[in-house]
């Protein structure tokens, strides 16, 4: 029995602008001499589009309702928006605020598969990771609430359900947005929670919310499940008054035969790294095989803007190992860094993938490693958990 206390979801539907087959978008290629063919990939790297003019060429954000197309336009986000407002916050200056959760009580009579996610907020969220769970899940009121009361984790919210989307740091509109054909089965019934994590920068309060639109279409048009995955360098210790790189090599590919009884199989569709404002660079990379060393993400700075990508083609891993990644930081201070909220570090992706399986790979320790340069190098080993991974069973997506 559904409980009636929670608001109803709204469900609205969205006109394709072309006609075209569902979920397809509407882009269109730059013409030739256009000064934004040269500026596209840099533009796409902030999920922002090429506008050009007398004065030349330059990235501009989308509005809501649509995202950055391989094109470099703005295209329509098709689909139907499941769409929520969140309670508004007001943070003062240097405040930063942690250990609050948010929910909203789906009340879905039907699954949702979900090709795209996106974020609007002004409530200067700094970082947010959504889950999806049953609504038997974590139960109470919906709004706020601290997030130790119902005994919450994302590490269990996603075992009991499945990942939903992840914010990068401090952007303010963002779409995670999935090639055609590829989704994410939200089952009946569901609550969706998020980690509350605001940071205001700046010198005057700010006042605001998070509003969320989740994108779905019909099953019948769903070609790839998609599968989560997590990989994060926890052991981070930066060295004052120096250049650093901290590397983890993730074998996740032998874990995988005890897990599903095949090899490492899996095509990436989607990255999102996560840094804080003293990182210069993040990157991800194929590991072993053929490959590599092959470039799966990377990206320099701290620019406060959207920066997960899809990859239509997706990237196919099979023949690796599994993933080489890390981040290099300038630390300016006299002190060393670690792994942390507020002016400590991060460094971490979340993926989706077509796989049989979803892991987590943690490093929790940094091992000097031969110098770069100038650059101090730092490597630990990765801790893998895999596990086999379904999108259809009657709970939700989830391990077996």
């Not at 989560?228 to 360098?233: K, Q």
Request: hydrophobic share 35%; aromatic share 10%.
């Amino acid at each position: 029995m559904r409980p009636s206390k929670h608001p109803a979801l709204r469900a609205l539907p969205l006109l394709a602008l072309l006609a075209a087959a569902c979920n397809g978008t509407q882009e269109t290629t730059p013409p030739v001499g256009d000064p934004c063919a040269d500026k596209i990939a840099e533009c796409r790297v902030s999920q922002k589009a090429c506008v050009s003019d007398a004065s030349g060429a330059r990235c501009e954000a989308c509005p809501p309702g649509k995202y950055a197309a391989e094109s470099g336009s703005c295209a329509a986000i098709e689909g139907t928006a499941y769409s929520h407002d969140f309670s508004e916050f007001t943070v003062k200056p240097g405040e930063e605020v942690i250990g609050q959760c948010q929910s909203w009580t789906m009340n879905n009579p039907e699954e949702i598969w979900f090709n795209a996610v996106e974020l609007v907020q002004d409530e200067a969220s700094h970082h947010s990771n959504w889950m999806f769970v049953p609504d038997d899940k974590f139960d109470g009121p919906d709004g706020v609430w601290k997030c130790s009361d119902r005994s919450y984790s994302q590490l269990t919210a996603a075992l009991a359900g499945g990942v939903l989307y992840a914010q990068s740091t401090q952007a303010t509109k963002e779409v995670q947005k999935f090639p055609n054909g590829a989704a994410v089965r939200i089952p009946p019934y569901a609550r969706i929670i998020s980690d509350v994590h605001l940071l205001n920068v700046g010198s005057a309060a700010v006042t605001g919310h998070a509003h969320l639109n989740i994108y779905g279409f019909p099953a019948a048009d769903v070609k790839v499940k998609l599968t989560p995955f997590h990989l994060s360098y926890e052991g981070l210790a930066i060295p004052p008054h120096a250049t650093s790189r901290f590397v983890g090599e993730c074998h996740v590919g032998a874990q995988f035969l005890g897990a599903v009884g095949t090899g490492f199989e899996m095509k990436v569709y989607y990255a999102l790294p996560h840094t804080h404002a003293m990182a210069t660079r993040f990157f991800t990379e194929i590991l072993g095989g053929a490959r590599d060393g092959e470039s799966i993400i990377d990206v320099s700075g701290f620019n406060g803007e959207a920066r997960g990508r899809s990859y239509d083609p997706p990237i196919d891993m099979k023949g690796s190992q599994g993933f080489r990644f890390g981040c290099e930081y300038v630390n300016e201070r006299s002190i060393e860094v670690d792994w942390g909220f507020g002016d400590q570090e991060m460094c971490e992706v979340l993926g989706f993938a077509e796989s049989k399986a979803g892991f987590e790979s943690i490093v929790d320790s940094a091992k000097p490693a031969p110098a770069d340069g100038k650059t101090q190098v730092f490597t630990g080993p990765c801790a893998n958990t895999v596990f086999e991974w379904t999108n259809d069973k009657p709970g939700g997506p989830g391990p077996k």
